[in-house]
């Protein structure tokens, strides 16, 4: 008889064989008693997922399986919707292919899902301790997240199958956010977002250059899509509007930059995002000194992100930036 399992983790995976690797390797070292497995749904070649996936102890033991898609066919909200839809558990616990799990995590998860059923229960995501040093770089991206958080994404989440089966799952429509989606659906149901702070993840410090961090923020235009179908989103937006207060500071510097040709005064309005700008390094002379280096290069930065959601907003009728 096939062992009854009490958590089916999924991660989505993509391009990023060697932190799966690592992930995995972690919840190797999980200390859930009770029986558990993991489902990856990845697009990788056949060589790869035998060298990361089918060779890996969990593979071995019987706690380890794989979904294999076509390349250029996924996304986060396809891939896990066929993860979770493939596990074998009545809780599934969603955790991304970038994070490292402390050996705790799916213990602390079960632990408050089980002394809350039927919620769903957000863990802690903190920048991994491990890559502490790649913070000095000055276009970074991870996550520190402590629950609940407004979000309740997936990089450290578990929802009650049976819950995931009357929402239909992740919309597939959403390019980004679909994590918060899914939650705000999960919130009209009447069910709650329950935090298992001792349920600890670490994400990933990944730094990019100029480029690479706004291609990698083209998708914020995406967002609009997720304020378009959940407008209750707005409500964790600055002014209603701005994603946070960055943006809003940004967007206010952005229209002096543009408007200083023609009215020089107009450059007057960077000066908040400056000033805010230059704290990002700390207090002392030498944070503000790299502060104020970084400053045209996180001016662009968040011009990038800006712009995108604008992108967005006139596709889906609906302003967010």
Known sequence: MPEAFTVSVVVASHARALRLLWLLNALEEQTLAEPWEAIVVHDYDAGTAARVIESHPLARAGRLRHLAIEPGTGSPARQRNLGWRAARAPLVAFVDDDCRADLRWLEGLAAVAREQPGQVVQGATRPEPLEAAVMRAPHVRTLHIEPVGPFAQTCNILYPRDLLERLDGFDERAITGEDVGLSMRAKATGARVVAAPDAVVYHAIESHTLPGILRQNVKWRHLAYLVKRHPEVRGSLTLGVFWDEDHLWGAVALAGVVAAPRAP????????????????????????????????GQFVRQSGEILGLATGSLRHRTLVL
């Open 265 to 296: 005064a107009a450059a007057l309005l960077a000066l908040p995002y400056a000033r805010r700008a230059m704290r990002r390094r700390g207090p002392g002379p030498r944070g503000r000194l790299v502060a104020a280096a970084e400053l045209p």
